[in-house]
């Protein structure tokens, strides 16, 4: 018997499919480069009037995202380049060297260290989407220790949670409130705690922590100026910082979500005029909002400054972990001279 089998074949690839192929990807490409072209000539546009922001509310919204400018002229230099849009990569390379230049860190803390440290834990709990009790248990997960407990956008439905902390936290005080600016501020160190109205009826806490054997007397001011989203709310969050801010002759250390990048032109104009220190500086700080970003990613508008004769010796960005709230906390621990 005669047994035939067919034997399949594949076709080769013609030259036409292969240079198709290659004329596809090179459409890609210059499209993508294209796209890339205008947003870096936007993120050139807001780097110049970023720098401009301490003369227009608006113009300083473009200046908190420098890292972001940063970010997308590196990564888009090596897709124009291979595209052969020189200019395009030219004005890329450009915005990498400004906004490295933006983000400079400005007047870092000097480091200290002490045998009895003041610790301190800022963070704004959201109270809108986070009660108590998980607060109390994402605090007792981070394994630290605070003297002093600098709580943001704390409503009423706390109020039970914070009286059953007095025995150990004896000095409290604060306005409990149901929209973003309700403070309460926590102390087991003794002093006096005063609450004061800025701008907008927006409440802010003076605690002057007396002196002791091992600590002279310090001045904690805690602070949640509104976020710069219209005219009258920048005026606002910029008469606060720079009226409580300014200069003084005593040791101070203020903690808060200030809703200010380092990289605004009011960054550097309140650290010089006041005299203050930022313990938060550096080339690639840690952010604290929003949490649901990396550390990397998220914009550092939580702060801690401090005065002359005060030093710092550690500062930690901590994880959100389970916690709701949409920023990060800040434990430090600060040394008074």
């Known amino acids: 018997m005669l047994i035939g089998y067919a034997r399949a074949s594949t076709p080769e690839p013609s030259p036409a499919s292969g240079a198709g192929s290659g004329a596809g990807w090179r459409r890609a490409r210059a499209a993508l480069a294209r796209r890339l072209a205008v947003l870096v000539g936007l993120a050139a546009l807001a780097s110049g009037v970023g720098r401009l922001g301490a003369q227009c509310w608006l113009v300083d919204l473009a200046a908190h995202f420098s890292v972001y400018y940063l ?6 230099t090596p897709v124009l380049l291979a595209a052969g849009r020189r200019g395009s990569a030219g004005l890329a390379i450009a915005v990498v060297f400004f906004n490295a230049w933006v983000l400079q860190p400005v007047r870092p803390v000097p480091v200290g260290a002490c045998a009895a440290p003041l610790t301190v834990l800022q963070a704004n709990v959201q109270g809108s989407a986070t009660t108590a009790d998980q607060f109390a248990a994402w605090w007792a997960q981070q394994g630290l220790d605070a003297d002093v407990l600098a709580l943001l956008e704390v409503p009423p439905a706390w109020e039970s949670w914070l009286r059953a902390r007095r025995l150990a936290y004896p000095v409290q ?4 409130r149901d929209d973003p600016f309700g403070l309460w501020v926590l102390s087991r160190q003794p002093g006096v705690l005063t609450v004061e109205m800025a ?9 002057a922590l007396a002196g002791a054997a091992d600590r002279p007397p310090l001045e904690v001011l805690i602070l949640h100026p509104p976020p710069p989203m219209g005219r009258e709310l920048s005026q606002w969050r910029n008469q606060q910082l720079a009226t409580i801010l300014a200069l003084d002759s005593g040791r101070r250390l203020a903690v808060g979500d200030f809703n200010l990048t380092p990289w605004s032109p009011w960054n550097r104009r309140l650290l010089e005029n006041g005299r203050w220190w930022d313990a938060g500086a550096d080339w690639t700080p840690a952010g604290t909002w929003p949490a649901l970003l990396p550390a990397g990613l998220a914009l550092p508008i939580d702060r801690t ?3 002359a004769g005060v030093t710092v010796a550690a500062r930690r960005v901590l994880p959100s972990g389970n916690l709701p709230s949409d920023h990060r906390a800040v434990w430090s621990a600060v040394c008074v001279e």
């Open 71 to 76: 970010l997308l002229a590196a990564l888009a």
């Open 173 to 176: 005080g604060g306005v409990l």
């Open 199 to 207: 701008a907008g009826a927006i409440p802010w806490v003076r605690l």
């Open 305 to 307: 400054w401090v005065t």
